[in-house]
């Protein structure tokens, strides 16, 4: 097989989407030949309604296209494969969405979320963020969330998340927990990467890291390779096995080509000012996200890539989506 006809015969699964919310987009990803993306819904500041107001939004547009859906089980990201539509799974990147009432968790279930992000780089009332200055483990109420996700089959999501607290995730969880994106501190020394350790645990509790393709997690050098990227990929796989390995890329609005300069550093501006982001970890723009795979609208070139590296076709699959569906199934069935 072609790696033009494995792209298109496989499940291409984006683990974080977080440029979706601009739903003129969206295309982009149908372009590129993918099956699902997680667009994000706001974790990282806002309320219950704002999270309630925008999930309500994913449903508008899901209702007013006919070739998307909202994907609430591993068989509904299947019907989407076989009858050509977009699956779009519903994540926060954060819990602000939940305030401090975990029975929010209940009725954002019924509304379609299913992957629930710790945190957002700073603390909040689960545990500390990947950016903070403590790295303290989770609290009596990040204990009571995960039980309670468990409880439902919503996933457990450790990006942006602090070492300490991400551990003792992994460890009070009874189902997999993912990173949806996060890069290899090994590769790439950037302190929102993650540690070995931490890639291990997650492994181990049956879960996946999902490499990023922003570029400051991938090299200091401005705009990477996408070698560079599959270099992560790479060092996962034998860390850990293939099969803990994905893609989670992170397109977001501030980067090239979406953006002007202008306007993406005054987005870049004020991500610092209201702490989320931090210079040491997050330089400044203009961000171009690897050679080839720059948008989603070529992501067909990532699996050429993985072919021309001697990837098996069984593991470009389960790179590209099958390790998520084994996830996604486990944890919310079908």
């Known amino acids: 097989m072609t790696p033009?006809?494995?792209?298109?015969?496989?499940?291409?699964?984006?683990?974080?989407?977080?440029?979706?919310?601009?739903?003129?987009?969206?295309?982009?990803?149908r372009e590129g030949g993918a099956t699902a993306i997680a667009p994000t819904v706001t974790g990282m500041r806002?309320?219950?309604?704002?999270?309630?107001?925008?999930?309500?939004?994913?449903?508008?547009y899901a209702r007013e296209r006919g070739d998307?859906?909202?994907?609430?089980?591993?068989?509904?990201?299947?019907?989407?494969?076989?009858?050509?539509?977009l699956g779009l799974i519903l994540h926060c990147q954060g819990t602000a969405l939940i305030e401090d009432e975990i029975d929010l968790v209940d009725s954002y279930y019924e509304a379609g979320l299913r992957i629930?992000?710790?945190?957002?780089?700073?603390?909040?009332?689960?545990?500390?963020?990947?950016?903070?200055?403590t790295d303290a483990g989770l609290s009596h109420f990040g204990v009571r969330l995960i039980e309670r996700l468990n409880a439902l089959g919503m996933i457990v999501d450790c990006a942006h998340t602090g070492e300490?607290?991400?551990?003792?995730?992994?460890?009070?969880?009874?189902?997999?927990?993912?990173?949806?994106?996060?890069?290899?501190?090994?590769?790439?020394?950037?302190?929102?990467?993650?540690?070995?350790?931490l890639i291990r645990a997650v492994a181990a509790s049956?879960?996946?890291?999902?490499?990023?393709?922003?570029?400051?997690?991938?090299?200091?050098?401005?705009?990477?390779?996408?070698?560079?990227?599959?270099?992560?990929?790479?060092?996962?796989?034998?860390?850990?096995?293939?099969?803990?390995?994905?893609?989670?890329?992170?397109?977001?609005q501030g980067q090239h080509p979406v953006e002007d300069d202008t306007a993406a550093q005054a987005r870049y501006d004020t991500l610092v000012r209201g702490g989320h982001w931090r210079p040491a970890e997050y330089p400044p723009p203009p961000y171009?996200?690897?050679e080839g795979i720059e948008t989603p609208r070529t992501l067909q070139r990532l699996t050429e890539r993985l072919a021309a590296r001697q990837f098996s076709e069984a593991d470009i699959r389960k790179v590209l989506g099958l390790n998520w569906m084994r996830?996604?199934?486990?944890?919310w069935g079908g």
């Open 116 to 133: 629930v992000q710790l945190c957002y780089n700073t603390k909040n009332l689960v545990g500390d963020g990947s950016g903070e200055r």
């Open 288 to 290: 171009k996200f690897p």
């Open 327 to 331: 996830v996604y199934r486990a944890v």
């Open 206 to 252: 049956g879960g996946v890291v999902g490499t990023v393709g922003f570029p400051a997690f991938l090299t200091w050098d401005g705009q990477p390779g996408l070698d560079r990227f599959i270099d992560d990929i790479a060092y996962k796989a034998d860390l850990v096995g293939i099969d803990h390995t994905g893609i989670g890329i992170d397109y977001y």
């Open 164 to 197: 300490r607290t991400s551990l003792e995730a992994v460890e009070h969880s009874s189902a997999p927990v993912i990173i949806s994106h996060a890069n290899a501190y090994a590769v790439q020394d950037n302190n929102r990467n993650v540690s070995d350790e």
């Open 4 to 29: 033009e006809d494995l792209h298109r015969d496989a499940i291409v699964i984006d683990a974080t989407c977080p440029l979706a919310r601009a739903t003129e987009y969206i295309d982009w990803w």
């Open 68 to 85: 998307t859906l909202i994907v609430r089980s591993a068989a509904d990201i299947e019907r989407a494969k076989a009858e050509g539509k």
């Open 46 to 60: 806002g309320n219950a309604r704002t999270g309630f107001e925008q999930i309500g939004g994913w449903h508008r």
